[in-house]
């Protein structure tokens, strides 16, 4: 892959991603080290919706990858 194609990872802050875009939530989720019960960062809880999304853009994305020589495929991935 392109280092243009690559972004960095914030892991000060997260969102969930749906068909390429970031979608913040009002809802959150505080991560916790299970070893040590440290609060780590807040994870967005998506919404119905966002799952809804995600999917549609699952199915749609599966229509040409499904199309895709596997040398083609293997390109992408690394």
Same mark, same amino acid.
């Given at each position: ?19 390429? &875009? =970031? ?10 080290? =299970? $070893? ?8 967005p809880?998506?919404? &119905?919706? *966002?799952? *809804? *999304?995600?999917?549609k $853009?699952? &199915?749609? $994305? ?6 895709? =020589? ?7 991935l690394?």
């Amino acid at each position: 892959m392109s280092p243009s194609k690559v972004s960095s990872i914030s892991w000060d802050s997260f969102h969930n991603t749906v068909d390429g &875009q =970031p979608r913040n939530s009002k809802s959150k989720h505080r991560g916790v080290n =299970p $070893a040590t019960g440290e609060e780590l960062w807040e994870v967005p809880i998506g919404t &119905q919706q *966002d799952i *809804d *999304d995600a999917v549609k $853009a699952a &199915q749609k $994305a599966f229509e040409t990858w499904s199309e895709t =020589p596997l040398e083609k495929r293997k390109e992408t991935l690394t």
